[in-house]
Each structure stands twice: as structure tokens, then as C-alpha cells.
């Protein structure tokens, strides 16, 4: 099992750009969560889809943030425009049933 | 809401010795709680989890147990190494199971040699 792929593992864009982070959950896994990482707040749930559909997106912070999951094997999280206090590591995690969730390695957003 | 509260590090031990990371919670129902281990430049993997009062749960020699009377879930380790340096993350799931995850703010260990 290659586990949760997110890609990229890196990016550095320019604030006012679009930026768009992709996220392949396990195989069989019917829940998918995306997690900002930052000093100051640590880890925060943005947005989670059970099935496909967004469940709970209370966490996505701004207008500038969207998440999509089109089907079982992708999710994407799209910020446009952004800032550079949207610097962050961005995971994306999947789990099946009542289990805990598994995570992927994370992509280091820069803002510049 | 709920929330977790972790003891704040950096927490900079010698090699073989005695580990704790206190980790309180604050939640309504019977979450189930977590420890996960992010070492540098990686993801979060989880190193234990316990479901209900009284649990134990153990993994490459750390253990914590949850205590409900207390609402704790402290990490110990007997004897830690070097390669046990990393950032621990204690974690509850509501009892909602919808498997989302409370963090605390994480406590950054090293261990020295």
C-alpha cells in the first residue's frame, strides 16, 4: 500500500497566485480530511468528506479557500488568491470506518 | 468544545533516559484518544491510541493509558534514543467517531546522545 500521495511536496508561489495542492487518500478509505500545519496554530482541520461529499468545512478560513473530492481516489484544495500568511504544511489524511486516521507526507506551502 | 493540552517542550533529554509528555483533554462523551510522531520532514504517524477508560495503548516502547478521572493521556517511555527525537502530537477523536482529530500543539523531543 503506497499510503496517502500528496503532491507537490514542495511550492513557492508568488502571493496573488493560484494555488492548487492534490491529494490521492488509500484505497478503500471512505473519509478524507485536510489539516493546516503552522507555528503559531498548530495542527487545524480545514475541511473532511465522508463519501465524497464535504461534511464539516467550518475550518476552511477564508472565501479564498475550496476543496474539492470528484471522486474516491483524489481530492484537491485550491487557494486563489493567495497570501503569504497562507504559508503552512498542508496534509491530507484518509481513514475507513471508525479506524484513525492515516496521513500523508505534506506539502510546504511558501507564499512569497 | 473540545480540546487537547499538551506540556509545552522543547524537552531535551540524554539517551536512556525516562520519558513523559503530560497530554489533558477536555471533552464531552467517551473520545478516543491518540499519540502520533512526526519526525522531521515527514507526515504524522500514529504511535498509539487508546478507546476507553482504563486502555493501554503500547507501541515501540512507549505507553500511555487513558484516564478518564483525570482526563489524561500521558506518553512515557522507559529508556528513550536518540532516533525517538521527533515532535509528538496527543489527539482525540469525539465520540461522534466521524474520525476527525482534535491535535494538541505538539512537544518537539531530542535526545542527546
Known amino acids: 500500500d503506497a499510503g496517502v500521495i500528496q503532491s507537490p511536496r514542495h511550492e513557492v508561489t508568488e502571493m496573488g497566485q493560484e494555488v492548487t495542492l492534490r491529494c490521492k487518500p488509500i484505497?478503500?478509505?471512505?473519509?478524507l480530511f485536510w489539516y493546516r500545519q503552522t507555528m503559531m496554530r498548530g495542527l487545524e482541520l480545514l475541511i473532511y468528506f465522508n463519501n465524497n461529499v464535504p461534511i464539516d468545512d467550518s475550518g476552511m478560513p477564508e472565501d479564498r479557500f475550496s476543496a474539492k473530492m470528484p471522486n474516491a481516489s483524489f481530492s484537491t484544495l485550491k487557494i486563489q488568491p493567495s497570501e503569504p500568511r497562507d504559508s503552512a504544511v498542508y496534509f491530507c489524511?484518509?481513514?475507513?470506518?471508525?479506524?484513525?486516521?492515516?496521513f500523508g507526507q505534506g506539502t510546504r506551502l511558501t507564499v512569497v | 468544545g473540545d480540546s487537547v493540552t499538551q506540556m509545552e517542550g522543547p524537552v531535551t533529554l540524554s539517551e536512556e533516559a525516562f520519558l513523559t509528555i503530560n497530554c489533558t483533554y477536555t471533552a464531552t462523551g467517551y473520545p478516543s484518544l491518540f499519540w502520533y510522531v512526526q519526525y522531521p520532514g515527514e507526515g504524522l504517524q500514529l504511535l498509539l491510541k487508546a478507546t476507553k477508560a482504563d486502555d493501554k495503548g503500547s507501541n515501540k516502547g512507549f505507553e500511555a493509558t487513558y484516564r478518564k478521572e483525570t482526563t489524561s493521556f500521558h506518553l512515557e517511555k522507559g529508556s528513550v534514543q536518540v532516533s525517538d527525537s521527533a515532535v509528538y502530537f496527543c489527539?482525540?477523536?469525539?465520540?461522534?467517531?466521524?474520525?476527525?482529530?482534535?491535535f494538541g500543539q505538539g512537544t518537539t523531543l531530542q535526545v542527546k546522545p
Open positions: 489524511a484518509s481513514l475507513v470506518g471508525a479506524k484513525f486516521p492515516f
Open positions: 489527539a482525540l477523536s469525539g465520540s461522534s467517531n466521524t474520525g476527525k482529530l482534535i
Open positions: 484505497s478503500g478509505h471512505n473519509s
